[in-house]
């Protein structure tokens, strides 16, 4: 059993900062790349960034890209996503995802296989 949990969510005003964490934890496997998405009240889930095991290659959503920074910690299977000038409308759940497939990051929900349960982060005007 693969498990991947999310912490650091919470309600914050416009302009400040949040740390999300997600952990992987269960059977060992190889994921190819670990990724963030977010799903906003009515809206698709959607990809924010991601982050390859390996070489550590990134990849942003451009609503995000300057003010979000994801990173990983190998030893303890940890990937982080920073949030800095948080606006209004990055509030959303958001979701931690693991892809074992190859081939760079991708941005489709349907090529992950594994996933956290999300933690809400609320960005007040």
């Known amino acids: 059993q693969v498990r991947l949990v999310e912490s650091g969510g919470g309600l914050v005003q416009a302009g400040d900062s949040l740390r999300l964490a997600c952990a992987v934890s269960?059977?060992?496997?190889?994921?190819?790349?670990m990724s963030w998405f977010r799903r906003a009240p009515g809206k698709e889930r959607e990809f924010v960034a991601g982050?390859?095991?390996?070489?550590?290659?990134?990849a942003y959503a451009d609503s995000v890209k300057g003010r979000f920074t994801i990173s990983r910690d190998t030893g303890d299977n940890t990937v982080y996503l920073q949030m800095n000038s948080l606006e209004p409308g990055d509030t959303a759940v958001y979701f931690c995802g693991a892809s074992t497939l190859a081939g760079g990051i991708t941005r489709r929900a349907d090529r992950y296989q594994y996933w956290g349960q999300g933690t809400q982060v609320t960005v007040s005007s």
């Open positions: 269960g059977r060992t496997f190889t994921a190819y790349a």
């Open positions: 982050i390859t095991r390996v070489h550590g290659a990134t």
